[in-house]
């Protein structure tokens, strides 16, 4: 005996009906785009790019791709010179010369100053006792208003100013003593730095460069102590 299968009337209604799709995982995907776009713009914040390297780069491909922008070696070479420095003029010296001897004449402590001139340079020469104390490197009580005379001077002009201090050596006081110098250059020098000390309290603003020296006797003449005030033809 054969059995056939019932199948039920209301086989269409038995057919499962589609489920309406559910979008709701693009809220999480959207979620986690934004995420990572944060995440890379906060990478690309944080970078710094090498501006100069990728001009560099730029530069290369440009030279390389593009035959018609080509330099010649004569042209590289011209830019791969070193550009040399010249040192800027200052005022003319004679005429700066002629300038300082004409305010000095007059002047009741500059009145005895030597001044003369070489080939670069003009030479202020003062006396030791004029602007220090007796072998020391205190400043004398004219010093001051010896030093902004030749500050006011000097203040129009842009050369370069030194300061020569020249102590004469052998045995001096100023050597002796617990308090003595170490040297006759040592005291040289602090009297430079005293003279420049006061050259910047007077306002004179240009570039000095104080130098100390020990001298030494020369046959006859005995050596002695002396300032100079040097002024070059540079600028300072």
Do not use: C
């Amino acid at each position: 005996m054969i059995y056939h299968e019932e199948f039920p009337d209301d086989l269409d209604k038995a057919v499962l009906e589609p489920r309406p799709a559910n979008h709701a995982w693009i809220v999480t995907f959207s979620d986690i785009m934004s995420l990572m776009l944060a995440f890379f713009v906060m990478l690309f914040s944080m970078s710094q790019l090498q501006t100069q390297a990728w001009k560099s780069i730029v530069s290369g491909l440009s030279d390389e791709l593009s035959p018609g922008r080509e330099r010649s070696i004569l042209e590289i070479e011209k830019e791969a010179r070193p550009f040399r420095i010249q040192e800027p003029k200052g005022i003319d010296l004679g005429y700066l010369e002629t300038v300082i001897k004409e305010k000095f004449r007059n002047h009741d402590i500059l009145a005895n100053a030597r001044i003369h001139s070489r080939e670069d340079r003009v030479v202020i020469a003062l006396p030791v006792d004029l602007l220090f104390q007796q072998e020391t490197a205190k400043a004398a009580d004219m010093a001051p208003a010896a030093l902004e005379a030749i500050a006011q001077t000097l203040a129009s002009i842009k050369n370069r100013v030194e300061i020569h201090v020249y102590s004469a050596e052998g045995e001096r006081p100023a050597l002796s003593g617990l308090d003595g110098y170490g040297s006759t250059w040592e005291l040289s020098l602090s009297r430079a730095l005293i003279i420049k000390k006061l050259f910047t309290q007077a306002g004179l603003g240009l570039t000095i460069l104080p130098v100390g020296h020990s001298v030494t006797s020369s046959g006859a003449q005995p050596a002695e102590d002396l300032v100079e005030l040097v002024i070059r033809e540079i600028g300072a």
